[in-house]
């Protein structure tokens, strides 16, 4: 899957030429697998590319491309941070392990990807705009524990005899097999 037209431009600079020239294709990949939505692409795009940017700018390969020109990335940098889009100390507003950003954004996008192919395709709802990974992933995660609630309900009235009351609403249940897909589901294992 290659990447679509109208995002050709977000990756055509002298440095993701020169330095990521795959990547725009690379990420569409992993966001399109969740949604397909113009208003995810972007977020996850504008994430990324900075990302990667500055993963660049702290390494040591940085001096390399003499007279690149990456005034877009910078700018980029700038509207991230401007936005709240950013990872690391809250208070220096920057980070400092930048392979870290990229790593925890495709976790978590593989993870609700997973879950919204699946049984929660209201989660491609969810709005992203320039809103931070964290309220992203907080409203996302929300809508996962409100569908695993109604899943357990569901699960332990449809068959299983309560074994052991833990109180707080938490109990064992003798699901009479050794292994269920739902219950997996919902206890995050499976």
Same mark, same amino acid.
């Given at each position: 899957?290659?990447? *679509?037209?109208?995002?050709?431009?977000?990756?055509?600079?002298?440095?993701?030429?020169?330095?990521?020239?795959?990547?725009?294709?690379?990420?569409?990949?992993?966001?399109?697998?969740?949604?397909? !939505?113009?208003?995810?692409?972007?977020?996850?795009?504008?994430?990324?590319?900075?990302?990667?940017?500055?993963?660049?700018?702290?390494? *040591?390969?940085?001096?390399?491309?003499?007279?690149?020109?990456?005034?877009?990335?910078?700018?980029?940098?700038?509207?991230?941070?401007?936005?709240?889009?950013?990872?690391?100390?809250?208070?220096?507003?920057?980070?400092?392990?930048?392979?870290?950003?990229?790593?925890?954004?495709?976790?978590?996008?593989?993870?609700?990807?997973?879950?919204?192919?699946?049984?929660?395709?209201?989660?491609?709802?969810?709005?992203?705009?320039?809103?931070?990974?964290?309220?992203?992933?907080?409203?996302?995660?929300?809508?996962?524990?409100?569908? !695993?609630?109604?899943?357990?309900?569901?699960?332990?009235?449809?068959?299983?005899?309560?074994?052991?009351?833990?109180?707080?609403?938490?109990?064992?249940?003798?699901?009479?097999?050794?292994?269920?897909?739902?219950?997996?589901?919902?206890?995050?294992?499976?």
């Amino acid at each position: 899957m290659g990447l *679509p037209r109208k995002y050709r431009s977000m990756f055509d600079t002298p440095f993701f030429k020169a330095v990521y020239p795959d990547l725009g294709a690379e990420l569409y990949k992993e966001i399109s697998a969740f949604s397909q !939505k113009e208003d995810h692409v972007v977020w996850y795009f504008r994430l990324m590319k900075a990302a990667h940017y500055l993963e660049y700018c702290a390494g *040591p390969t940085y001096a390399k491309i003499p007279n690149l020109d990456t005034r877009k990335e910078d700018k980029l940098v700038r509207a991230v941070e401007r936005n709240g889009l950013y990872m690391g100390d809250p208070e220096k507003r920057i980070c400092t392990d930048f392979r870290a950003i990229s790593k925890w954004l495709r976790e978590k996008v593989e993870h609700f990807a997973g879950l919204a192919n699946t049984n929660l395709p209201s989660l491609r709802d969810v709005r992203f705009n320039w809103r931070t990974p964290n309220q992203v992933f907080e409203d996302l995660g929300k809508l996962e524990e409100a569908w !695993k609630e109604g899943l357990s309900s569901e699960t332990t009235t449809a068959y299983g005899d309560k074994i052991i009351d833990l109180g707080g609403g938490w109990s064992w249940f003798d699901l009479r097999r050794t292994g269920d897909p739902i219950e997996g589901l919902i206890m995050g294992h499976c």
